[in-house]
């Protein structure tokens, strides 16, 4: 990774607590599904994916969850809503369009995520379309609320291609919402029950990637077809001997 100065652009509340970074980065480079490290004052370093496409630049987009005012990322917001330039480190991550998901499945690609996991798998998206990618992808995103939700004007767009199927998931279901509820891996199987012949993009927290992963390999998605960071810095567990 190399160090690179960026120009803050906008920092943008889009829910309750998610933050919208745009950054400027002249004479960079990054494949779709790679992050950056945000480096603070104070030595620390904070890894987000980068939410936009390669050819969205020179601008770059993040998403900040920021539900703890004691956390790093409050931290990390504060600093990008005092400063004009930020340090970063990047770019970062092998779960990227270059690694071998495209040859492993031509003809379908999950990309899947939990929360502020939505950059990655966004980013990944809009690389597709760009490349003219001609298999289906199948872009689903859970949420705990309703409210938690958000780039919506992006979501009714990515849905007009035709090759696509763009899915919101709601853990919690209200009165108020009127789409899909429930697990993430549910809808997924509901709508493809055999993955035998798909590649997945996972991002969210170790638990839900591999929580994930466990409910869709019982339907025939094979491992080395499966791509998560989390797998770089939390192997899986080993699975009991029955």
Same mark, same amino acid.
């Given at each position: 990774?190399?160090?690179?100065?960026?120009?803050?652009?906008?920092?943008?509340?889009?829910?309750?607590?998610?933050?919208?970074?745009?950054?400027?980065?002249?004479?960079?480079?990054?494949?779709?599904?790679?992050?950056?490290?945000?480096?603070?004052?104070?030595?620390?370093?904070?890894?987000?994916?980068?939410?936009?496409?390669?050819?969205?630049?020179?601008?770059?987009?993040?998403?900040?969850?920021?539900?703890?005012?004691?956390?790093?990322?409050?931290?990390?917001?504060?600093?990008? +809503?005092?400063?004009?330039?930020?340090?970063?480190?990047?770019?970062?991550?092998?779960?990227?369009?270059?690694?071998?998901?495209?040859?492993?499945?031509?003809?379908?690609?999950?990309?899947?995520?939990?929360?502020?996991?939505?950059?990655?798998?966004?980013?990944?998206?809009?690389?597709?379309?760009? +490349?003219?990618?001609?298999?289906?992808?199948?872009?689903?995103?859970?949420? +705990?609320?309703?409210?938690?939700?958000?780039?919506?004007?992006?979501?009714?767009?990515?849905?007009?291609?035709?090759?696509?199927?763009?899915?919101?998931?709601?853990?919690?279901?209200?009165?108020?919402?009127?789409?899909?509820?429930?697990?993430?891996?549910?809808?997924?199987?509901?709508?493809?029950?055999?993955?035998?012949?798909?590649?997945?993009?996972?991002?969210?927290?170790?638990?839900?990637?591999?929580?994930?992963?466990?409910?869709?390999?019982?339907?025939?998605?094979?491992?080395?077809?499966?791509?998560?960071?989390?797998?770089?810095?939390?192997?899986?567990?080993?699975?009991?001997?029955?």
């Amino acid at each position: 990774m190399n160090e690179v100065t960026a120009k803050v652009k906008a920092v943008e509340l889009v829910n309750k607590d998610v933050y919208q970074v745009t950054l400027e980065m002249d004479s960079f480079s990054f494949i779709a599904g790679q992050y950056v490290m945000i480096q603070l004052p104070t030595g620390e370093q904070v890894p987000y994916s980068i939410g936009s496409a390669p050819g969205e630049l020179p601008l770059l987009t993040l998403y900040i969850l920021v539900s703890d005012p004691d956390s790093l990322a409050h931290k990390v917001v504060a600093h990008l +809503r005092q400063s004009s330039e930020v340090s970063l480190k990047a770019p970062g991550g092998d779960c990227h369009l270059e690694s071998e998901a495209l040859s492993l499945a031509s003809e379908h690609i999950l990309l899947i995520a939990g929360g502020t996991g939505f950059a990655q798998v966004k980013s990944l998206f809009s690389d597709l379309v760009a +490349r003219h990618f001609e298999g289906k992808i199948s872009f689903y995103w859970g949420v +705990r609320t309703p409210q938690d939700a958000f780039a919506e004007a992006w979501l009714e767009s990515a849905r007009q291609h035709d090759n696509v199927s763009v899915n919101l998931v709601v853990n919690d279901g209200s009165d108020e919402w009127n789409g899909r509820t429930g697990w993430l891996y549910e809808a997924i199987l509901a709508d493809h029950p055999d993955l035998s012949d798909s590649a997945a993009f996972i991002s969210g927290s170790v638990g839900m990637v591999y929580g994930t992963l466990d409910q869709l390999e019982a339907k025939g998605l094979k491992e080395n077809n499966c791509f998560s960071d989390v797998f770089a810095y939390a192997p899986r567990p080993e699975k009991p001997q029955l």
